[in-house]
Structures are given as structure tokens and as C-alpha cells.
């Protein structure tokens, strides 16, 4: 199976936007933004899809 899902973050401290996959999101949620260290949830962090 390929779980490897690609999910963009945009932080809503500093608008960064990063392409993350399912591991980097689980991260993301636990540690906060890379950039700035705000907070993450996971309304901020939305699944690619093309509609
Ligand atoms: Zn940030």
C-alpha cells in the first residue's frame, strides 16, 4: 500500500506554505511549525487535490 499522501501546511503565524507527507504531518502537529513554532492543527494542514 502507499500511504505516502502529500499534504500542504500553511502556518497561520507566518504563511509559510510547506508540502509535507504523512510522517512530516504527524511531526507537524506534534511540534508545531518548523519555521516560527506556532502551533499546528490539522485544519491547517489540508490534503493535495486537484479540483
Ligand atoms: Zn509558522
Avoid: Y
Wanted: aromatic share 2%; proline share 2%.
Amino acid at each position: 500500500m502507499t500511504s505516502s499522501q502529500t499534504h500542504t501546511f500553511v502556518c497561520q503565524e507566518c504563511r509559510r506554505s510547506i508540502e509535507v507527507d504523512g510522517a512530516m504531518r504527524a511531526t507537524l502537529l506534534e511540534t508545531g511549525c518548523v519555521v516560527c513554532g506556532a502551533p499546528v492543527t490539522e485544519s491547517d494542514i489540508a490534503d493535495l487535490q486537484t479540483a
